[in-house]
């Protein structure tokens, strides 16, 4: 079964550093999608990747897609402690009605100030 | 920002009882998701509802687990006769199109004694 695999596992970083998490699966994806969760609550939504070599942005945080829509990094610009969470890449299963969503094990950031 | 709101944020409950988990979706969104994650696990698709019918269901959904989306605004999800291992948090989510992300709710956490 098609499975994403996120890393690191978790990742403690010093205030201002810039930071990569990393998010494959071994088949290509519909749609990439980029959640933070804090510790024991809600999943926020981040950022949307659905084309082959697609690059979003916002504010310090910028995800890409490559071309072959089988990996993902989510890239963090001098981390600040408001980013420290868990960070989850979800992928959508099939391109069907459906489109529930296969998620990654997350990756824990700690950022130390 | 609209958002997915669920009630109750934690329910503690007998095993055997019958628990009903409540979501809200944000109006206007037609794709509706039941997630669980239990504690250091990836988060698991339950089940998608869409055009009021169950569009696919996981294993894990079984003959216990069923959803209504009784008046048009409400999206539950019944346990009828829990078990030990139906402790987790329980994530509702809804989108408003297939190339829309999924927006989830702060989730509820389901304790069975």
């Known amino acids: 079964s098609q499975e994403l695999e996120q890393s690191p596992q978790s990742l403690i970083v010093q205030e201002g550093k810039n930071l990569t998490i990393n998010c494959t699966s071994s088949?290509?994806?519909?749609?990439l999608y980029w959640y933070k969760q804090k510790y024991g609550e809600g999943l926020i939504f981040l950022m949307m990747l659905q084309k082959g070599g697609e690059e979003k942005s916002h504010e310090k945080i910028t995800a890409k897609l490559d071309e072959k829509k089988q990996q993902s990094s989510l890239h963090i610009t001098a981390s600040q402690p408001s980013h420290a969470g868990i960070y989850l890449c979800g992928a959508d299963r099939n391109a069907g009605n459906n489109r529930k969503l296969i998620w990654g094990l997350g990756t824990s950031l700690a950022v130390n100030p | 920002e609209p958002e997915v709101t669920q009630t109750p944020s934690h329910q503690v409950t007998q095993m055997g009882q019958e628990v009903i988990l409540r979501c809200v979706p944000i109006s206007n969104h037609l794709y509706f998701y039941w997630y669980r994650q239990i504690l250091g696990q990836k988060v698991e698709f339950l089940v998608s509802f869409y055009n009021n019918e169950i569009s696919e269901k996981s294993e894990i959904f079984d003959d216990q687990f069923s959803v209504e989306r009784p008046d048009g605004s409400n999206f539950t999800l019944k346990i009828r006769s829990t078990k030990l291992e139906d402790s987790a948090m329980y994530f509702c989510?809804?989108?408003?199109?297939?190339?829309?992300?999924?927006?989830f709710g702060d989730g509820t956490r389901l304790s069975i004694l």
């Open positions: 989510a809804s989108r408003g199109g297939l190339r829309q992300p999924q927006h």
């Open positions: 088949k290509t994806l519909y749609g």
